[in-house]
Every structure is written in structure tokens, then in C-alpha cells.
């Protein structure tokens, strides 16, 4: 009895060890700077107690200002920009909708943008789960809309996405430094 009491024993030390060599042994990345965040229409969908289900939700990671000049400095006017940081921005669209004119079948896609000074192209494209803009193809794309940029008063300092209410759909509302989007999206 003694016997197998110390074969326990022995046991659940080296049980114990092997668990904390393994544990110790894992690294954790670090936090992003950029972190993810998500955006519904409607805004509230997710929490609603009642059965308010989304029709738009779109992931994304928020760049930070930091100080610099965004847009025509950092991301230089006239390229394909990812729309974010990090992975592609993806919105998945839970039914049918139009944006500029062009119906776009329920399912998930990326966004991306040209930015220039006055105007910027907002694209909806079929591919997803990619990184940055660095395998952006145009034949890939489902829709392009060019929308007017407004000039912000005070910088805002993380990129950021909201949507507002309109008639037959929503505006998604896109904002960093000194720079604003309105994309009318229709359903």
C-alpha cells in the first residue's frame, strides 16, 4: 500500500511539472495597436432584447492618428488603401443590398478605398481573409462608389466606423483625422 501510494505521488508531481513546463512554454503575442473592432446596422442588433437582427456587420481593425497626417502623407492619395489596418475590412451583408446602384448578393466581403483630396472610391470586393492591400485584385471586385469627402473640425484619432439611419437603408459613416465618409448603402 505504502508502495502505491508513492507511485501516486511521484505521478501527480511529474503531472504537475509537465503542465507547468508546457504553460510556461507558450507565447502570447502582444497586443495589437491597431485593435479589432466591430460595427452593426442596426447599431443595437447585437444587444437587442428583442429580435432585431443585423443586416450589416462589419469587422475591422482601428488604426491609430498618433500624431501624423493621414491621408495624403501615411496613406498617399490615389492608391488602393485596405481600409483599416491589419486584415482586410470585411462586411458581411445578411441580405441582399445596392451600393451605388450595383445589387450585391448576401455573403461576406472586403472593403476597401482610394482616397484622394475631394472624392474617394469606397470598393466592395470578393476577396476576404487577406492582409493589408498587398494582393488586392480589381477583377475580384463587386462594386465601386465614388462619395464626397467632408472635412472633420477637430482629428479624430482612431479610424472609426458608425452607421446612421436613412430611408430604404443606412449611411456607413467613416472617419479619421481630419476626414469623413458617408457610403448610402441600400436594402
Not at 463587386?142 to 482629428?155: C, E, F, I, Q, T
Amino acid at each position: 500500500m505504502k508502495n502505491i501510494f508513492i507511485v501516486v505521488f511521484a505521478l501527480l508531481c511529474f503531472s504537475v511539472k509537465a503542465q507547468e513546463m508546457s504553460s510556461s512554454e507558450v507565447k502570447f503575442p502582444v497586443a495589437d495597436p491597431s485593435p479589432a473592432d466591430i460595427v452593426y446596422f442596426p447599431l443595437n442588433a447585437p444587444k437587442a432584447k428583442d429580435a432585431t437582427k443585423p443586416v450589416i456587420k462589419i469587422v475591422y481593425s482601428r488604426p491609430q492618428r498618433k500624431g501624423r497626417e493621414i491621408f495624403g502623407v501615411l496613406e498617399q492619395y490615389g492608391k488602393v488603401w485596405r481600409f483599416g489596418a491589419n486584415e482586410n475590412t470585411e462586411v458581411r451583408f445578411f441580405k441582399k443590398v445596392s451600393i451605388g446602384g450595383k445589387k450585391i448578393k448576401a455573403g461576406t466581403y472586403s472593403l476597401f478605398a482610394i482616397p484622394n483630396k475631394d472624392v474617394w472610391t469606397i470598393i466592395v470586393n470578393k476577396q476576404t481573409d487577406k492582409w493589408g492591400a498587398f494582393s488586392y485584385d480589381q477583377t475580384m471586385d463587386v462594386a465601386r462608389v465614388n462619395v464626397p469627402v467632408k472635412a472633420l473640425l477637430k482629428p479624430l484619432e482612431y479610424f472609426s466606423l458608425t452607421f446612421t439611419a436613412k430611408e430604404g437603408g443606412a449611411n456607413l459613416i467613416i472617419g479619421w483625422d481630419k476626414t469623413q465618409i458617408e457610403l448610402p448603402i441600400s436594402f
